[in-house]
């Protein structure tokens, strides 16, 4: 199912507000996610850096967990906000993690000037999967 206009619309808008959160002193690459349920719910997410870079969390997995965390799998869309020039696709830890609730997951990525929607599976064609081991 392709969502509409308005939620693609209201997930942007969502994203662009959860990257006025970003904890990000290192990089100052401020970005924000917004997922959508099945159910109608919508979470956000923001960067959070940490000083030793490995402990960094992207936005889309803050997103993510926060919708787990409330008992939320089933998901219907996700957006990504940056301020970039190129739009920001989701990095390739996000895009595993993504894969392990929905392999047609709609992803929009966004900027002030652009707007792209594709799917996850356009974006990670080949995912780790329960079948892989």
């Known amino acids: 199912?392709?969502?509409?206009?308005?939620?693609?619309?209201?997930?942007?808008?969502?994203?662009?507000?959860a990257r006025a959160h970003s904890?990000?002193?290192?990089?100052?690459?401020k970005v924000g996610a917004a997922i959508r349920t099945k159910s109608g719910k919508v979470y956000?997410?923001?960067?959070?850096?940490?000083?030793?870079?490995?402990?960094?969390?992207?936005?889309?997995?803050?997103?993510v967990y926060n919708a787990v965390s409330d008992g939320e799998t089933d998901f219907e869309a996700l957006a990504v906000f940056t301020e970039a020039k190129d739009?920001?696709?989701?990095?390739?830890?996000?895009?595993?993690?993504l894969s392990e609730f929905?392999?047609?997951?709609?992803?929009?990525?966004?900027?002030?000037?652009?707007?792209?929607?594709?799917?996850?599976?356009e974006l990670l064609p080949m995912p780790f999967n329960k079948q892989s081991f």
Do not use: H, W
């Open 1 to 17: 199912m392709n969502p509409s206009s308005k939620t693609i619309d209201e997930l942007v808008k969502k994203a662009q507000e």
């Open 102 to 121: 929905s392999k047609d997951l709609v992803i929009i990525l966004a900027n002030p000037g652009k707007q792209k929607e594709l799917k996850l599976s």
């Open 87 to 97: 739009l920001t696709p989701p990095c390739g830890a996000c895009r595993q993690v």
């Open 44 to 63: 956000r997410g923001c960067n959070i850096e940490n000083c030793s870079y490995g402990l960094t969390v992207c936005a889309e997995r803050v997103a």
């Open 23 to 29: 904890y990000s002193p290192y990089s100052r690459f």
